[in-house]
């Protein structure tokens, strides 16, 4: 049986993971850094890297601890090489390509858009009708992608994206109006169940850039200019604290409608996208994708075109090394030499 370790040190999660080839998570290791975050109101890069590389050999010893194996087991190792943050990246790669040097291990580096795509096949697997439309939602990416196969291996079309921010960043920017911390997305998500999902008028979708052209994009800084015109106007103040927030019910119908709002540019792009091009199967991953009103919301979408949707489990919605491991393991080839593992760069900007 081939294992496979992967590590993801992109943004503000340390994560090493073990999987098998036979799609067996054995271990999945996620330190988060988002407390840290949280005192300066969003990921700070260079805090993000130190303790990356104060945590990326212990969380990766653990990782082999709770998978019961040593490298020498390993049939290789993944790496998130991009995109994301160079210097967060960087701890990763290089922790990543010492241990395969070292060890004579084959080094994948993989995509980190790709994994998230991926991670939803690692959960469900040979399940998933293809043609699947898949989107993924999370704190720095927003896009849309065909995914189909040929020669048993996935191809990937990418549709549409963001054209200003990601949905995650959305949700973090107008937490941070509301008074709410860093990361938004968790918060808002419980305020915004006991709220009015019509006690604001947003933008009613986003797809302001199309110009006549059928286009498969997304934007949400309108999204958040109006969240923040409305509370200038009225003269909302933003919360003392999370949980004074939860008190107020001005504050929780922002947070409703706000979320109905991003979720509805969300559903109403894909049905576009799934109503042209016809998928079999919709699949939604990322870290905004552990919000249960976005699940609700995509399987009335997919109850209403007659296709079955796919979530990851909540453990592969945020970043993960299960994810990236397993993309080693769709993408085991030749090994690398040495010299050609070492040349191996962090693309920050990294298209997919
Ligand atoms: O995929 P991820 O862990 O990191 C990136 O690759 O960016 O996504 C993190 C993003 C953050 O913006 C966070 O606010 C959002 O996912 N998020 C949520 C929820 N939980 C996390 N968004 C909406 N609802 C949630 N429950
Ligand atoms: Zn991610």
Same mark, same amino acid.
Request: proline share 5%.
């Given at each position: 049986?081939?294992?496979?370790?992967?590590?993801?040190?992109?943004?503000?999660?340390?994560?090493?993971?073990?999987? #098998?080839?036979?799609?067996?998570?054995?271990?999945?290791?996620?330190?988060?850094?988002?407390? +840290?975050?949280?005192? &300066?109101?969003?990921?700070?890069?260079?805090?993000?890297?130190?303790?990356?590389?104060?945590?990326?050999?212990?969380?990766? %010893?653990?990782?082999?601890?709770?998978?019961?194996?040593?490298?020498?087991?390993?049939?290789?190792?993944? @790496?998130?090489?991009?995109?994301?943050?160079?210097?967060?990246?960087?701890?990763?790669?290089?922790?990543?390509?010492?241990?395969? $040097?070292?060890?004579? =291990?084959?080094?994948?580096?993989?995509?980190?858009?790709?994994?998230?795509?991926?991670?939803?096949?690692?959960?469900?697997?040979?399940?998933?009708?293809?043609? *699947?439309?898949?989107? @993924?939602?999370?704190?720095?990416?927003? !896009? =849309?992608? +065909?995914?189909?196969?040929?020669?048993?291996?996935?191809?990937?079309?990418?549709?549409?994206?963001?054209?200003?921010? *990601?949905?995650?960043?959305?949700?973090?920017?107008?937490?941070?109006? +509301?008074?709410?911390? &860093?990361?938004?997305?968790? @918060?808002? %998500?419980?305020?915004?169940?006991?709220?009015?999902?019509?006690?604001?008028?947003?933008?009613?979708?986003?797809?302001?850039?199309?110009?006549?052209?059928?286009? &498969?994009?997304?934007?949400?800084?309108? /999204?958040? !200019?109006?969240?923040?015109?409305? $509370?200038?106007?009225?003269?909302?103040?933003?919360?003392? #604290?999370?949980?004074?927030?939860?008190?107020?019910?001005?504050?929780?119908?922002?947070?409703?409608?706000?979320?109905?709002?991003?979720?509805?540019?969300?559903?109403?792009?894909?049905?576009?996208?799934?109503?042209?091009?016809?998928?079999?199967? /919709?699949?939604? !991953?990322?870290?905004?994708?552990?919000?249960?009103?976005?699940?609700?919301?995509?399987?009335?979408?997919?109850? %209403?075109?007659?296709?079955? $949707?796919?979530?990851?489990?909540?453990?592969?919605?945020?970043?993960?090394?299960?994810?990236?491991?397993?993309?080693?393991? /769709?993408?085991?080839?030749?090994?690398?030499?040495?010299?050609?593992?070492?040349?191996?760069? *962090?693309? *920050?900007?990294?298209?997919?």
């Amino acid at each position: 049986m081939v294992f496979f370790l992967g590590i993801d040190t992109s943004c503000d999660e340390t994560s090493a993971a073990v999987v #098998s080839a036979k799609r067996e998570i054995l271990s999945n290791v996620v330190s988060s850094q988002a407390d +840290m975050h949280a005192r &300066y109101g969003g990921v700070v890069p260079e805090l993000a890297s130190r303790a990356h590389v104060e945590r990326i050999a212990p969380v990766t %010893e653990e990782a082999l601890r709770r998978a019961g194996l040593r490298l020498r087991d390993l049939g290789g190792l993944a @790496v998130t090489a991009g995109p994301g943050l160079v210097g967060a990246l960087l701890v990763g790669l290089n922790f990543a390509k010492g241990l395969a $040097v070292r060890n004579a =291990l084959l080094l994948v580096a993989v995509h980190h858009i790709r994994a998230h795509v991926e991670s939803v096949f690692l959960a469900h697997g040979d399940s998933i009708p293809l043609p *699947a439309l898949s989107l @993924v939602v999370s704190g720095g990416h927003t !896009s =849309l992608h +065909m995914i189909e196969e040929s020669k048993k291996r996935h191809t990937y079309r990418k549709i549409g994206a963001t054209l200003d921010d *990601a949905a995650g960043e959305a949700f973090d920017k107008a937490a941070k109006l +509301m008074g709410l911390g &860093y990361p938004g997305g968790p @918060v808002i %998500e419980a305020l915004a169940r006991g709220g009015d999902p019509k006690a604001v008028t947003l933008p009613p979708h986003p797809n302001i850039h199309s110009r006549g052209r059928v286009n &498969y994009d997304f934007s949400f800084s309108g /999204l958040k !200019s109006a969240l923040a015109r409305f $509370v200038r106007n009225r003269g909302i103040p933003p919360a003392a #604290s999370p949980e004074e927030a939860f008190g107020r019910e001005d504050l929780r119908g922002i947070a409703a409608s706000f979320q109905e709002a991003a979720f509805s540019a969300l559903i109403w792009t894909t049905r576009r996208a799934a109503k042209r091009l016809r998928p079999a199967s /919709l699949c939604v !991953s990322g870290g905004v994708s552990v919000n249960a009103r976005l699940a609700e919301r995509f399987f009335a979408l997919g109850a %209403e075109l007659g296709l079955p $949707v796919f979530f990851p489990p909540k453990e592969l919605t945020t970043d993960n090394g299960a994810m990236v491991a397993w993309c080693g393991i /769709l993408d085991q080839k030749k090994p690398l030499t040495h010299t050609e593992t070492l040349a191996l760069n *962090a693309h *920050a900007g990294w298209e997919f």
